[in-house]
Structure formats: structure tokens, C-alpha cells
């Protein structure tokens, strides 16, 4: 398939997605049982009041039409309002996502500054003492939650050597530990990946060609043999993004962390559904668009892809 | 030997969980004056914030994080054979609007939709397993139908048609045995994640509410008292890293042992 095609193709799909994404969220918030005009006024309101806001919110017409009238909105980008700040959604959402970009991005950035040199280092050193670490490493990255890792991060380098700050990202250097936090459990997965991707590729014809006519081992792995064991890491990292803005909802709200995630947690807690909504599917949206493009980068960058 | 480091923590895990509430435990008895003690001798890991024994809160944590584990993993696997199993087998527009959902599930990356579903349940031990199950079956679905779509023109499945064998009894006599090792290894890891899973549900509070214990729960708390009690916080972390640890080893070595590639 050429490229074009193959581009409509896979953003048609990803579009059908997201309205089955949006129609998930819209059914799972306004089916599961519990008032949400009990939750914002309690169980002690008048009933007028109740009747009021349920007005208010469009929640007394028929299910189908809440989700027309729901639909209809998202098309022209308006969320909804905001039950808590009185605000759009929208325009709250546009000022926590440059946070948690920054804070996904630093987190990848890091990862990929660990994974790289390690995944390298373990192939070339298949069953050394330095593959064993490098492997012991990734095991502990993959084990240890973010949950855990941030609290004692803050202990260590916060509290105690008082190197960076505790939380909240004004101060300089209070990335650091948020992207810490968050980029371990990235760089654990991709170094095993990049690992068993090269040591894959390492026995293939054309590295021994490349060993035959006297290239040194370090620039058979650099040169050859990395360029074609990039192409799985690439996939994994795409799949692995979501598991980093899905991380990033924790992540956040240990640090204070003005982003998309700590923003679901506090909607969550103040029951504040327009917004809870907002930011599900602004995180899906992201997913989604994320990995049809690196669907797309893969096609472009390896032939044999586009043929299927 | 490789087995022994992974199945001890298991089985520590396993038999904390199932004898804990036969011990002599006081998880909840709060004793003002005894606060945020380190260990001694009669309190191998100190207090917590309300004088509670942090040792027994492990221990009746570590039966949280075990009935969530088994259920939600048990739950997620038949619901998700049962749904891949059959798109798979019957084909046609059930297969698509199967494969549709999953990917509509799909694009909500790790435990995103847990945490959604949990906050809108509300807390609780039983909103808690309902929410991680259903998100937990796509897994299970998906690589159920893979695993039919590549044996359903096996010549056994071909000829059992033949001989008008009804398609449910195909399905689960000649199907499914053939597809269970795959499934078995996913169940493993499944188990790691949704281990963790449950914790950070409980770490943000929409999990195990007070004062019944959680790993997470515990480690959420420990947090305001991390300079002067480290121990409310490591002591549950140092569990969790431990349980996951050994459930992923023990995962890796029954993937060799059924050989099944991933």
C-alpha cells in the first residue's frame, strides 16, 4: 500500500476508536449507579434544588439525548463545564497539558538516556557480569511501583540530602524527580527489549559480513546491528507512552505536579464528572494519536511493513 | 534452584494471606501512646501514626493484595475466554465488533479506565475487584482469539466438524487445551500487575477504605511520616517489590518451561 492511503486508513481507524472511547466514557459515567447531583449536594438537599441542578446539567432528558447533546459538543471541543471551578473543561485542560508534555517527554528523554548505553552494553556482553546487572536492573525497574519509587526518591534526595525540591514544579530542578519516577519503569522494559532485539539480529548474515571484513565489535553493534533491532523498541515505545501517561496520574499527584493526572485524581475526589471525563479522553486521545503515529513512522521507515 | 527465590516469596505470600486471620493479629488496635515506634523486640516493625503494629497490617495487606490478585485474574481469564474464544471461533461480524471493543478499551493506556471506573464505583473492596476486572478481560480476550483464529483449521478441529461435534464442545474440548499454555503464562504476569494495580488504586484512596489495610493504603499514609518513621513506607513498598519480583521470575520460568514465545 503507498503511503497515503495506507495514512487515511490508519487515522479513519483511529478516529472510529476514539468515538468508541468517547461512548465507553460517556456510558460508564452516566450508568453506573450513584446520583452525581446526590454527590454534589448530599443526601440532605431540598428537592427542588435537586430538580434544579439536574436542569441545569441536562440530566432529565432521556439518556440518548444526553448522549447526541454530548457528542455534538465534542465535535466543537466544548467538554462541558467544569461543576467545581465553574470553568470550561476545555480551557482547564489546556492549562494542565503543557505540565504533564513536559513531564512525559523529560521521562522518555531519560529513559532512553539509560536504556540505550544498557541494552547495548548487555548484548554486547551476553551472559558477563555486566549483563547481569544490567538485567538485574530491569527486573527491579519493572518491579518497583512509581508509588513507592517517588516517596523514596523525596526521602533520599529531598529530605535528606535536600538536593531537590519536594514537590510542585516552580522551583528549578523539580523535574528531576517526577521524571525519575516516572522514566525507571520505561527504561527497565526498553533495555530488555533493545537487549533480545540485538541479540536477535547479531546472528544474522550480514553481521557476520560485517565482522569478516575486520569492522571492530563495538561498531558492528552501533552501525549495523542497532539500526535494524530499533524497529520493535520503536513499537514498544509507542505501546509504552500510554503506560507513561497513565503512570504519569500517580506520578503527579505524589509531587503536586500541575498536570492532566493529578487534575483526574483531584476531579475524581470532588466528584467533578465534566472534568474527570475531560481528562480520560484527552489521555486517550494522546494514546491513540501517539501510536497510530508510530504505526504510521514504522511504515515509512521499513518497507516490508507497508507490503502487509 | 531457579524456582526456589520466587516460589518461597509466593508461598510466604500465599500462606500470610490464608493463615493471617487465624493469628493473634491487632491490626486495628490503636494505641496512642506507642506512635510511630521503630522496631523493638515485641514490635519486629514499629507503629504506625496511630500506635497500630505495622507488622500486622502487612500481614492482613498482604491477604488484601492476595484476594484481589486471584479474583480479579480469575474473573478477567473467564470473561475474556469466553468473549475471545467465541469471536474467534465464530468469525464473521461477532469476531469484528469484538475485535472493535477491544481496541475501543485498548486506547485507554494501563489502569486508567480502573482508576476512572474505581472513582465513580466509589471505595470498596468489592468496586475495587469489579473495576480492575473490567479492564482486566481485554488481555485475556485478545490473546484467545489469536490463539483460536491460528488452530481453527487445525486438521483435529476440521475433522470433529466433520463429525457434527457441536461447536461449544469443540471449543472446549479441542480448542481451548491447545490454547491454555499462552494463556497460562498471561495469567502469571497478570497476576504482578493487577497486584500493583490494586495498591496504587488504595495509594490514591479509591481502593480498601480505613481501617482495613492495604499495601497501598499503608504506603499512602506512611508518607506524611516518611523523616521520622521510614518504616511505614518501606516496609509495604519492600513487600509489594518483592511479591511482584517474584511473581515476574516465576512468570519468566513457566514461559521457558511451556514454551510459549512472547
Not at chain 1, 449507579?33 to 454534589?40: R, S
Not at chain 1, 500517580?250 to 493526572?261: L, M, Q, R, S, V
Not at chain 2, 514499629?46 to 492476595?66: A, K
Not at chain 2, 478499551?105 to 473495576?131: K, M, Q, R, S, T
Amino acid at each position: 500500500m503507498a503511503m497515503l492511503p495506507l495514512a487515511a486508513a490508519r487515522l479513519s481507524a483511529a478516529l472510529l476508536v476514539m468515538l468508541g472511547a468517547c461512548t465507553l466514557v460517556f456510558l460508564l459515567i452516566h450508568l453506573v449507579p450513584g446520583d452525581p447531583v446526590d454527590a454534589m449536594l448530599g443526601e440532605t438537599a431540598r428537592a427542588a434544588d435537586r430538580e434544579a441542578l439536574r436542569a441545569a446539567l441536562g440530566l432529565d432528558a432521556p439518556l440518548w439525548q444526553q448522549y447526541l447533546a454530548y457528542l455534538r459538543g465534542l465535535a466543537q471541543l466544548d467538554l462541558g463545564t467544569s461543576l467545581t471551578e465553574q470553568r470550561p473543561v476545555a480551557s482547564i485542560l489546556a492549562e494542565r497539558l503543557p505540565p504533564t508534555l513536559i513531564l512525559a517527554t523529560a521521562s522518555l528523554v531519560l529513559a532512553l538516556v539509560i536504556a540505550i548505553p544498557l541494552g547495548l552494553l548487555a548484548a554486547r556482553y551476553q551472559h558477563r557480569w555486566v549483563d547481569s546487572l544490567a538485567m538485574g536492573f530491569s527486573l527491579l525497574g519493572v518491579a518497583v511501583p512509581n508509588f513507592w519509587l517517588g516517596p523514596l526518591l523525596i526521602l533520599v534526595f529531598s529530605l535528606l540530602l535536600g538536593w531537590t525540591p519536594v514537590s510542585g514544579m516552580r522551583q528549578p530542578g523539580s523535574l528531576i524527580l517526577p521524571a525519575v519516577t516516572l522514566g525507571t519503569g520505561l527504561a527497565a522494559v526498553l533495555a530488555r527489549m533493545l537487549r533480545n532485539s540485538l541479540l536477535e539480529v547479531l546472528g544474522d548474515d550480514y553481521i557476520r559480513t560485517a565482522r569478516a571484513k575486520g569492522l571492530s565489535a563495538g561498531a558492528v553493534l552501533w552501525r549495523h546491528a542497532l539500526r535494524n533491532a530499533w524497529l520493535p523498541v520503536l513499537t514498544l515505545i509507542g505501546l509504552q507512552l500510554g503506560a507513561l501517561l497513565a503512570g504519569a496520574v500517580i506520578t503527579e499527584t505524589i509531587f503536586a505536579w500541575p498536570g492532566i493526572g493529578s487534575l483526574m485524581v483531584e476531579a475524581i475526589q470532588a466528584r467533578d464528572f465534566p472534568v474527570v471525563q475531560g481528562t480520560v479522553l484527552l489521555i486517550a486521545a494522546l494514546y491513540v494519536l501517539v501510536n497510530t503515529l508510530t504505526d504510521l513512522a514504522y511504515a515509512s521507515v521499513d518497507p516490508r511493513v507497508r507490503a502487509h | 534452584m531457579r524456582w526456589l527465590l520466587p516460589a518461597g516469596i509466593l508461598l510466604l505470600w500465599a500462606l500470610a494471606a490464608l493463615i493471617g486471620p487465624e493469628l493473634p493479629l491487632t491490626p486495628n488496635q490503636i494505641d496512642l501512646p506507642q506512635i510511630l515506634r521503630g522496631p523493638t523486640l515485641l514490635q519486629p516493625l514499629g507503629t504506625d501514626d496511630l500506635g497500630r503494629p505495622v507488622l500486622d497490617r502487612l500481614i492482613v495487606g498482604s491477604r488484601t493484595s492476595f484476594l484481589v490478585a486471584l479474583s480479579v485474574v480469575s474473573v478477567s481469564l473467564v470473561i475474556g475466554v469466553l468473549i475471545g474464544g467465541l469471536a474467534g471461533y465464530a468469525g464473521g461480524w461477532l469476531d469484528l465488533a469484538t475485535v472493535r471493543l477491544i481496541d475501543v478499551f485498548l486506547a485507554f493506556p494501563g489502569i486508567l479506565l480502573a482508576i476512572v471506573l474505581a472513582g465513580v464505583l466509589g471505595p470498596g473492596l468489592d468496586n475495587l475487584i469489579i473495576a480492575l476486572a473490567a479492564v482486566g478481560w481485554v488481555g485475556y480476550a485478545r490473546l484467545t482469539r489469536a490463539q483460536i483464529l491460528s488452530l481453527r483449521r487445525r486438521d483435529h478441529v476440521l475433522a470433529a466438524r466433520a463429525l457434527a461435534v457441536p461447536a461449544h464442545r469443540i471449543l472446549v474440548r479441542h480448542l481451548l487445551p491447545l490454547a491454555a499454555a499462552p494463556l497460562i503464562v498471561e495469567a502469571s504476569f497478570g497476576i504482578a500487575s493487577v497486584v500493583v494495580a490494586e495498591a496504587g488504586l488504595s495509594f490514591l484512596g479509591l481502593g480498601i477504605q480505613p481501617p482495613a489495610a492495604s499495601w497501598g493504603s499503608m504506603i499512602r499514609d506512611g508518607v506524611a511520616y516518611m523523616l521520622v518513621s521510614p518504616h511505614l513506607v518501606l516496609a509495604p513498598g519492600l513487600a509489594l517489590l518483592l511479591v511482584v519480583l517474584a511473581v515476574n521470575l516465576a512468570g519468566d520460568r513457566l514461559r521457558d518451561r511451556l514454551d510459549v514465545r512472547g
